[in-house]
């Protein structure tokens, strides 16, 4: 049974569109969100960075989420409660493995440990049949709903005692109570071959054997001939024949087993999501945060437009909300970012970056309202204090991890480039960043470009080229920084000391 | 029968395990190379046929051919299945030859009849049905179909077929439980398992239906309940036993050394694509080289094929390098800082050549190649040499040699000669050395650090190892052609790493 919560049926999995995660982790500050959404759960925390790490660009199916999620919202709690049931089966069938991890050779062990799992997967169906039975009707949208009917018609109560049944059968056998029919052929070498389990019954004793023979029995076998156990190599060939038998009967349930072992996972992974998501949001209205779910746009449809974006990772750390930034896109395609440090610019992209993430996963976003078009790949590219690898300079380490992002991008792409070519000569830069945005401005990738580099931004500025919008951090006449973005032409005003300052030390 | 290594030839896998390993594979590495492939495919009797190289532009061409065959997934499925069929066959006949009954003898030596040429029957089928366009395979096709259609062949065939056919006639079956165990001959085929599989079929999206095929008695011989079985058998068909027994006993090996000869040949080429393939799954470029008769030739992004066996398990990275070269330029003289990766280049070229002259695949990723047949190397040996004359004396003596070899379809790959000797000499000896080398129309590959030889001719290549110009010199083992330095730090690192508009323009098109 495939579980459509988190996708909608039919759908196949996109290429990745946001390769760097940890970039995006890190640049973008997803950690702290990460934290509130797994509030205390790993497992929760874990699915829904994947989640969050694998933005899509099937817009139907973000529409399938959005509408999947604005019912688990509403039902919190019931959401809570599948994950919880289905988070303890999943435990207790996977502590039994572990315990049971060294596989016993004994093949009747074997047999045995095979129907103690499957009872123990027919048991985790009873029990979230309980809870779905119990909480049938709390759902109001069709896709919880299609799932708890899909459910209920697939496990229904003859399937489970079927199941039931074969494995109690199987575990006499394993126990030796039990009796083994078995054909076979002639094969390569005269040796015996295309083995085939006929019966599998529970063996009566001698008496009872004969009569029931008698009354039932339809074949009557001709020229019977009894195999001696008295000869200890025919007995040993026997029931090493007996246990292969019971192991290939075992064995039929274990694509079962796996099969439902899945849906279990899967389910318990998709619950994760939402159940992640409603502490996030519920997080997010106690600290009166602003929070809508965005329009979805197609792809090169219009720009990012919106309205109070704020950086959500850092104001649930503060606990506080920040200052807050419209964004009116229109056509634009790039954005020049200029401004004084510690002015805001940072976090205004990331605020940008992190809804827009946040949006192609299928969630609300932290703004007050935010029209948005889906982004064919989305990448951050910010200036990095450290050199990990130890092995090159700055600039080189920059421009290889950019490298590897065009490896990655295309056309209706997006990427938010933090102070990046600044480690080089400020004409360098300039000529190199010139380069770099005019080919992505070419390719309709949407650039955000926060950047130090005056004569850049300066020569970017007069040209007075279309589709492109220059924003500064907001500094009032006293000097003060308001942490707000506006319009405007790039300033000069000690951007080449400051970066002198920032890069060699101070004068 | 044909051999995919020389047109109109026959090769004995006898006449291939005599052949030494070529003098140049060491100094590129290519010893290193084989032993990981071997390694890889548990298959050290095939290494020989590294040696066989070709003598002629037709031979290289022929043995691309192949290759470009084998390129088509359902031929060399099918190739692989002749193969595995053939080992099936030498299979039952190594049974033949252990096992004791006399009776499981004769069976053993049928069946491997019946699979010996089914799969040569299957293969030609699926050349039928393929097509193949090379020469080898077209030529295979005929000898296969020809050997098949011989009255002899059929008629064995036929009288194994007929014995085995009412053999797998023969079943059994069994009641066990603790108290007792019957046999009787009504073979039933109702499977226990298939309703419990049809009752979960709802859950199981591909239910695969795994038949009960580990058989507990393994063993080539029979087990003492099978023995029971068989004996029970041969009481209600008496007749045919006896048949398979006068039958069985007539057979000699019907395996050909021709046959399995050609079997080796085929593992060969299917096991060299295959370990070239996982390059290409590691993301290195592997490419079939353009052959050409003139000395133009480009290696766009080639790198040293051991190299990147190495680093990909210590998942380091490979630096890709682009080496041309125009019809009239003569030599590539590759200058630069020590460890900059001029020897890896070196190899990297040697190893192109050698792949290329193989017919086979080249580690990069756009090639047009000159073709030759006589690769030679001198690398300068550090270790094992016997004071400065000494070394100087043999190295002077191994060029000599090879200078009474060299032709216009070498080339000649040096690395750092002369080490031994003061530099005015060395640059006075390598230049006449240059001299006397190119005169015989050979393409030189010459990796030095006098870079004075670079600026000789207009006809010399000059490859130059970059260093990152940050002042701290460190090496970015990419090796550029250019004359002289002098470009901007930055603009080699955006050149670098195809950054500039044009590049990212490409590079964004692309997909």
Aim: hydrophobic share 40%.
């Amino acid at each position: 049974m495939k579980v459509n919560l988190l996708n909608r049926p039919g759908y196949t999995e996109a290429p990745d569109i946001a390769p760097f995660k940890n970039d995006l982790v890190q640049d973008l500050v997803l950690d702290p969100i990460l934290e509130i959404m797994g509030k205390g759960d790993s497992y929760v925390q874990q699915q829904c960075r994947t989640a969050l790490l694998t933005p899509l660009t099937d817009r139907a199916n973000l529409l399938h989420r959005q509408s999947a999620l604005r019912d688990a919202i509403r039902n919190s709690k019931t959401v809570l409660q599948l994950y919880a049931t289905v988070a303890e089966v999943v435990t207790d069938i996977s502590n039994y493995k572990t315990s049971h991890r060294n596989g016993n050779p004994l093949p009747a062990v074997r047999v045995l440990n095979a129907v103690e799992q499957l009872d123990l997967l027919a048991h985790g169906l009873e029990r979230l049949k309980d809870v779905i039975v119990a909480t049938y009707g709390h759902f109001t949208g069709v896709i919880f709903r299609d799932f708890y009917d899909a459910f209920l018609k697939e496990f229904n109560a003859d399937f489970v005692r079927l199941v039931h049944e074969k494995a109690a059968l199987l575990r006499k056998s394993g126990d030796d109570d039990g009796e083994i029919q078995i054909s076979g052929r002639i094969g390569t070498g005269l040796k015996s071959e295309g083995f085939i389990v006929n019966m599998l019954s529970e063996y009566q004793s001698k008496r009872k054997h004969d009569i029931i023979d008698s009354l039932f029995s339809t074949k009557i076998r001709k020229n019977e001939i009894r195999i001696s156990y008295d000869d200890l190599d025919l007995n040993r060939d026997c029931r090493d024949l007996e246990s292969a038998g019971l192991l290939h009967v075992a064995s039929t349930f274990d694509g079962f087993s796996v099969e439902l072992m899945r849906m279990f996972n899967s389910l318990r992974q998709q619950l994760a999501f939402y159940h992640g998501c409603c502490n996030l949001y519920n997080q997010m209205k106690n600290l009166c945060f602003p929070v809508c779910f965005p329009e979805l746009g197609m792809t090169g449809s219009h720009a990012i437009t919106g309205e109070a974006f704020y950086d959500l990772g850092v104001a649930l750390r503060e606990k506080r909300l920040p200052a807050t930034n419209d964004l009116t896109g229109e056509d634009t395609i790039a954005y020049l970012i200029t401004g004084t440090n510690h002015g805001g610019k940072t976090t205004f992209i990331r605020s940008i970056g992190a809804s827009q993430l946040m949006a192609q996963c299928g969630m609300f976003v932290p703004a007050k309202s935010m029209i948005t078009q889906i982004f064919t790949g989305i990448y951050t590219h910010f200036v990095r204090n450290e050199d990990v690898t130890m092995t090159s300079g700055k600039l080189e380490e920059e421009l290889r991890r950019l490298s590897k992002i065009v490896d990655c991008m295309s056309s209706g792409s997006l990427i938010l480039l933090n102070e990046s070519f600044a480690t080089t000569s400020e004409r360098d830069g300039a000529a190199i960043a010139e380069d770099i945005i005019r080919a992505f401005y070419d390719n309709e990738i949407t650039c955000f470009f926060v950047t130090h580099i005056y004569a850049y931004a300066k020569k970017a500025y007069d040209a007075g080229i279309p589709r492109m919008q220059f924003l500064q951090a907001e500094r009032t006449e006293e000097g003060e920084r308001t942490y707000r973005m506006k319009q405007g032409e790039p300033g000069a005003t000690g951007y080449g000391m400051e970066l002198y300052d920032e890069i060699i030390g101070c004068r | 029968m044909i051999s995919l290594f020389l047109p109109e030839e026959t090769l004995s896998y006898e006449e291939v395990r005599a052949l030494p390993e070529p003098a140049y594979f060491r100094d590129l590495n290519l010893d290193q190379y084989i032993a990981a492939w071997a390694e890889e495919y548990d298959n050290k009797e095939l290494i020989p046929y590294f040696y066989v190289e070709s003598d002629s532009f037709e031979v290289a061409r022929y043995r691309q051919e192949i290759v470009g065959d084998l390129g088509n997934p359902e031929l060399a499925e099918a190739v692989s299945a002749f193969i595995t069929g053939v080992g099936s066959a030498v299979n039952c006949r190594k049974c033949s030859e252990t096992v004791i009954s006399k009776m499981q003898k004769a069976k053993w030596n049928t069946d491997c009849i019946l699979l010996y040429y089914q799969a040569m029957e299957d293969l030609c089928v699926a050349f039928n049905r393929i097509g193949p366009k090379s020469r080898a395979f077209y030529g295979l096709h005929q000898d296969l179909f020809r050997l098949l259609n011989t009255s002899a062949v059929r008629r064995l065939r036929a009288a194994a077929k007929t014995i085995s056919d009412e053999f797998a006639k023969l079943s059994f079956h069994l009641v066990i439980n603790k108290e007792k165990a019957t046999f009787d001959l009504a073979y039933d085929p109702m499977d226990y398992c298939m309703p419990i599989r049809e009752a979960l079929a709802n859950t199981l999206e591909n239910t695969s239906y795994l038949p009960f095929k580990d058989s507990p008695f393994p063993a080539i011989d029979l087990s003492p309940l099978e023995t029971f079985i068989l004996k029970q058998l041969e009481k209600e068909n008496r007749q045919l036993f006896l048949q398979l027994e006068s039958f069985g006993e007539r057979l000699g090996s019907i395996l050909s050394q021709d046959i399995l000869d050609l079997i080796r040949e085929l593992k060969f080429y299917i096991d060299n694509l295959r370990f070239l393939n996982k390059f290409k799954e590691d993301g290195f470029p592997i490419v079939m080289p353009l052959l050409v008769k003139d000395k133009e030739l480009y290696m766009d992004d080639c790198y040293d094929i051991v190299l990147a066996l190495r680093n990909s398990k210590a998942g380091k990275e490979v630096v890709l390098n682009d080496i041309m070269k125009a019809n009239f330029e003569k030599a590539i003289i590759v200058t630069g800082p020590n460890q900059g990766g001029k020897t890896t280049l070196a190899r990297a070229f040697g190893q192109c050549f050698y792949f290329g002259m193989m017919g086979f695949p080249v580690p990069a990723g756009v090639c047009k190649l000159p073709y030759i047949s006589n690769i030679y190397t001198h690398f300068a040996n550090e270790e094992g040499s016997d004071g400065v004359d000494g070394r100087l004396v043999n190295e002077l003596s191994r060029l000599r040699e090879m200078l009474d070899v060299v032709d216009h379809r070498s080339i000649v790959i040096l690395n750092e000669l002369f080490t031994s000797a003061p530099t005015i000499d060395a640059l006075t000896m390598s230049r006449d050395l240059l001299k006397r080398l190119l005169s015989c129309n050979a393409i030189v590959f010459y990796v030095t650090h006098t870079y004075e030889i670079a600026l000789d001719s207009e006809d010399y290549v000059s490859l130059v190892a970059t260093v990152v110009e940050d002042g701290s010199c460190r090496r970015t083992y990419r090796i550029i052609r250019k004359t002289a330095d002098g470009v901007a730090y930055a603009n080699s690192i955006v050149d670098k790493y195809k950054l500039d508009y044009s590049h990212i323009n490409y590079r964004l098109n692309r997909k």
